[in-house]
């Protein structure tokens, strides 16, 4: 009964989200271990992570919305103010650098009309700086809502752009937030569930079993 | 200390020397034992280690050469070599304070800490001489309020944990957190949810920087200035032992003094900011009589016509038509002043130090006493008891971390309290039918668990919109139940029990004896003969004074009016009795009634003793003088038996101490050399002399006279033996008990709610109010009702409505409340603007409250 007047009071989380968020919660032997899943969702939901988020998030996780946001503001991936549908980061380390990452990043402000950190007047783009994206062979490199693109020149993030804006990439870049397009949902018959470590005898619950 | 005595002792050598130590200590406490102190800012004993601030590195070799090791960190081993003062070791201490230094804005001559700053202190024996840095510091917006109370200054912050570990561990209030972890790491509260614990002000003690700032004390004093006495707290019966610090003849701060029995260091806010209403312009500094012109007015006079004033009132009163109200904010000596006033002077046994909101004084000395350790090591602990939260925070405090370790806690209450989401199992029970709740529950599988193990079971009032039969009743079903339990008084005004040790209630003489004619021999050769009649209790003494049966009230620091769970009842008492005398501090409701008043010192402006919830006794410290020409209670008390033509025969604390000590039969033994040994007070009574380790209390006793041991032990034998006199007149017998039985409840009115009336830790009265820091706290003033019950009420949460009982009708803000059982309806029993004790009629079992939509 308290759950369902809970759901009512609540705001933040789509319905459809609250109830993935009581799975991702029922996945760990405590509440708060489902923190950092929850901010992602969060996120996913709403593109970065507002205070009545982190308010509802702690709740579901019997915490203090301080305990949810000083564990959020760690991680540089979660936004705790608004950025674009797409993030773009430049590479601007070492081989990024050498194979021109400064002249992309310039023309990069160029051509969305911004500075580096700020978000074009649209709310399509936000641009940052990056430190090294593991991809020194294909540099100068940037990705987008973390989705990797390779050997930039100018003219590829111009069409690049121009793709984003006219939804040509829809299908391989999700707006920012966004993990996974497909949700993996575990079994119940694969899922460790809500168990204390000390209570587990049998070999782990994610392990094929006999008859699965 | 005595370690060297353990057997188990682990051998460590500690910069050259070898010494025992105890397994599991870490390095860092086994070194400060050694005479080695190695600097600090994170770790703290009362908490857990962190390691986080790297100051305590020391070279440890645990035979594989050494190195450098966080000695917060690592529990001593057997053969350790520990080396605090290597070269390596004193490269790396200057070397993390220049780290620490780098954003430290050096901003001592205006920060407050400047003077007991641990970085400060630290940086002057172990740090570097100069820094390296020349680059621009870190900035941030100073000070920001992170609660009414305590304000942040991030610049000076050495990010320890120190402060969200306190709130996080202690406190279980994590309000405060590191944000923004990596370059910019900051302590911070979320965004309009600010720090509001009760206990936020210990983190300002436990700051080793000037990071954390409490508003009361800011800008207000330097250390070196301040002047300091050691004492014990008063703002309710936990007895926290405290530091009493002032400067220019002003209360300035209280901080808490770490004593393994009782605080462990730590204070509520309530008792750390309340020198705000010792100092407070409010306090009465003259004596008042009621003018003959205006009945309205008091005029304030000198001290010869008031105490001839309250004499005449007295005077004209005869043993039975006087009565005596209060005494429990007071110390132990001034209490017995007064109770021998009472008995000597005004031939009566009418007393009582409650105000008709607490229990039966011969159950509460009769019950098997538990200590707060006791309680917080115990295997089950059963509640019975009111929002320890709000009324006794330490104590919430102890048992909450209790709870996280191996003891159960067990909750019988009307409605959810601040322990309750740290219980084991938490029951509830409509409003009066605790008995019945009890009697169920422990008859089950939950009273076989506490009957398998040791259990303490604190006492009080859960309701005071219930009757205190219904919490007698219930006592004796835990009882009877649990024969082996003890007991924890869970009363709330500050010496309470140490009046009630003081004879100040009906029936009691001091040292927990009952004044039934057993005791007379006793008395009679210390105070000379005295009413042996049953007196009346406060609510007895009020009915007899609307009934006009009584002539005179004296009100010892008491306010009837707003303390007695009856108003209505109180104001016909007032307006039934011909005279009043207060002995207050303040004008509150009560006293602007009285005819006489006469101004008393408060907290820190006197000396003696005071006794807490255990039974535990320790010293109060004088630190300031009080306003205008306030006196102490107890001279008060001698100067009317002077104009009464009689003597107290009392002359000074101590003497009074010396007199305690052989009236008091509880208190025999309790030398004032025993009380000034160590901060950790005594526990009476004394436990007797032949058990069978060696007792520290025996030799301390010893050095006093041969004669005072030899009858000690006297004296226990005969409480041992119970029967036998070995000399003239015996020790009376301890005051004794029966439980009442438990009656059937009263039936349920289905259109009405039971009304539960329970104080907040912040209320109107004048701890709260009279304190400017504190004052606007105190704000919850709503009635709390379950959502289901507003619904089918058809009232909405938020509005205000009328609430009737047969007393009265007043009017109340609602509020919907999800952790409110239905059919319940809560409320602070004396909030600004409201009180529940106009509701209330003392006759009534429960409190049964309608509610209409105005």
């Known amino acids: ?212 | 200390m005595s370690n060297e005595t353990a057997s188990e002792g682990v051998m460590v050598t500690i910069n050259g020397m070898e010494i025992s130590v105890q397994p599991g200590d870490l390095v860092i406490d086994a070194a400060e034992r050694a005479g080695a102190h190695i600097p600090r800012f994170c770790y703290h004993p009362r908490m857990s280690s962190v390691g986080v601030c790297r100051q305590c590195l020391v070279d440890i070799d645990t035979g594989r050469g050494p190195g450098l090791q966080p000695s917060c960190m690592v529990p001593v081993s057997e053969g350790m070599v520990v080396d605090t003062e290597s070269e390596g070791v004193k490269r790396v201490q200057e070397g993390i304070l220049e780290l620490l230094l780098i954003n430290h804005p050096l901003d001592c001559p205006v920060c407050d800490k400047g003077g007991e700053c641990p970085l400060q202190d630290q940086t002057l024996t172990f740090g570097p001489v100069e820094s390296r840095f020349i680059e621009e510091k870190r900035h941030y917006e100073k000070p920001i309020a992170i609660s009414d109370l305590v304000y942040l200054d991030r610049e000076r912050c050495v990010l320890c944990d120190r402060c969200t570990r306190f709130a996080r561990e202690v406190a279980g209030d994590p309000l405060i957190h590191f944000m923004q972890r990596g370059n910019q790491t900051q302590v911070l509260t979320f965004p309009d949810d600010p720090f509001n614990s009760y206990f936020s002000g210990n983190t300002v003690q436990i700051c080793p920087v000037g990071a954390l700032t409490a508003k009361p004390y800011r800008f207000r004093a330097r250390p070196w200035d301040l002047s300091e006495v050691e004492s014990t707290c008063t703002t309710c019966s936990v007895g926290c032992r405290i530091n009493v610090q002032s400067s220019r003849g002003e209360l300035l701060r209280y901080q808490g003094v770490d004593i393994d029995s009782v605080n462990h260091g730590w204070l509520c806010d309530k008792g750390r900011f309340g020198f705000e209403a010792v100092n407070s312009d409010e306090r009465l500094g003259t004596p008042f009589v009621r003018s003959d012109s205006n009945p309205d007015e008091l005029v304030g006079t000198d001290w010869n016509t008031a105490l001839e004033a309250a004499a005449s009132a007295l005077k004209a009163a005869s043993g039975s038509s006087v009565g005596v109200i209060g005494g429990a904010r007071l110390s132990n000596e001034n209490a017995y002043a007064w109770s021998k006033f009472a008995r000597t002077v005004l031939s009566t046994d009418n007393v009582d130090a409650q105000l008709g909101d607490g229990l039966c004084a011969e159950m509460v000395m009769s019950l098997p006493r538990a200590t707060i350790d006791d309680a917080a090591t115990a295997d089950h602990v059963l509640l019975l008891a009111p929002d320890l939260k709000e009324e006794l925070p330490v104590l919430y405090l102890r048992l909450r971390g209790a709870s996280q370790g191996s003891t159960k806690l067990i909750e019988l209450a009307p409605a959810p309290t601040g322990l309750t989401r740290y219980t084991s199992a938490a029951h509830g029970y409509r409003p009066g039918e605790m008995g019945q709740a009890l009697d169920e529950l422990l008859g089950g599988a939950t009273g076989d668990a506490m009957r398998s193990g040791r259990t303490v079971v604190v006492i009080g009032r859960p309701s005071l919109a219930d009757s205190p039969g219904e919490v007698e009743a219930a006592v004796g079903v835990a009882q009877r139940l649990l024969p082996e339990a003890t007991f924890l008084p869970a009363l709330r005004r500050g010496n309470v029990l140490g009046a009630l040790d003081m004879g100040l209630a009906p029936g009691v003489l001091p040292g927990r004896i009952a004044n039934d004619g057993s005791s007379q021999a006793w008395i009679d050769t210390h105070w000379g003969s005295i009413p042996t009649e049953r007196g009346m209790d406060t609510i007895a003494m009020l009915e007899a004074a609307a009934s006009g049966r009584l002539h005179t009230l004296l009100l010892i620091g008491a306010d009837p009016l707003a303390d007695v769970p009856d108003r209505d009842l109180v104001e016909r008492a007032f307006a039934g009795v011909a005279k009043i005398v207060a002995v207050d501090t303040f004008a509150t409701a009560s006293v602007k009634r009285a005819d006489v008043v006469l101004p008393t010192t408060a907290f820190a402006e006197s000396g003696g003793t005071t006794t807490n919830l255990e039974g535990r006794i320790s010293t109060l410290g004088r630190m300031v003088t009080g306003p205008g020409t306030v006196r102490d209670d107890w001279t008060i008390a001698a100067e009317l038996a002077w104009r009464l033509d009689a003597d107290l025969g009392l002359e000074s604390l101590p003497g009074i101490w010396a007199e305690i000590e052989a009236v008091a039969p509880s208190h025999a033994r309790c030398s004032p050399s025993m009380l000034s040994a160590d901060s950790e007070g005594v526990l009476v009574p004394l436990p007797v002399v032949a058990v069978p380790e060696p007792d520290e209390i025996a030799d301390d006793d010893a050095d006093t006279s041969e004669a005072d041991t030899s009858e000690a032990e006297v004296d226990e034998e005969q409480a041992e033996g119970a029967a036998a006199v070995v000399e003239a007149p015996s020790v009376p017998a301890s005051v004794s008990w029966s439980a009442p039985a438990l009656v059937d409840p009263p039936a349920v009115d289905g259109y009405a709610l039971r009304l539960v009336a329970r104080r907040r830790l912040y209320d109107a009265a004048v701890h709260t109010s009279q304190a400017s820091s504190l004052a606007a706290l105190a704000d919850d003033s709503t009635l709390r009702v379950h959502p289901a019950e507003l619904g089918s009420l058809g009232v909405e949460s938020g509005s205000r409505i009328n609430v009737t009982t047969a007393r009265a009708t007043i009017v109340l803000q609602v509020t919907a409340d999800e952790s409110v059982p239905r059919g319940v309806a809560s409320m602070g029993f004396n909030q600004p603007g409201i009180s529940a004790a106009e509701l209330i009629d003392h006759r009534e079992p429960v409190t049964e409250i309608r509610i209409e939509t105005r």
């Open chain 1, 1 to 212: 009964m308290a759950a369902q007047s809970d759901e009512t009071q609540m705001s933040f989380f789509t319905t459809e989200n609250r109830r993935l968020a009581d799975v991702i919660v029922a996945r760990y032997p405590k509440r708060r271990s489902a923190t950092i899943p929850l901010l992602h969702l969060a996120q996913e939901q709403h593109g970065w992570i507002c205070d009545d988020a982190m308010i509802e998030i702690a709740d579901l996780v019997d915490a203090t919305p301080a305990e949810v946001k000083g564990t959020g503001t760690f991680y540089e991936m979660f936004k705790f103010h608004p950025v674009g549908k797409y993030v773009v980061n430049i590479c601007g380390t070492m081989s990024c650098k050498l194979m021109g990452a400064d002249e992309l990043m310039n023309h990069a402000e160029q051509k969305l009309g911004v500075a580096v950190g700020e978000t074009t007047e649209d709310g399509l783009f936000t641009l940052e700086h990056a430190e090294c994206q593991a991809a020194c062979t294909e540099a100068p490199t940037l990705q987008v809502n973390y989705r990797h693109e390779y050997r930039v020149t100018t003219d590829d993030f111009d069409r690049l752009v121009d793709d984003l804006t006219a939804g040509r990439r829809d299908g391989d870049i999700p707006a920012h937030g966004t993990l996974a397009r497909i949700r993996q949902e575990i079994p119940a018959n694969r899922a460790v569930g809500a168990v204390p470590p000390e209570e587990v005898d049998g070999p782990p619950a994610w392990l094929p079993q006999e008859g699965a």
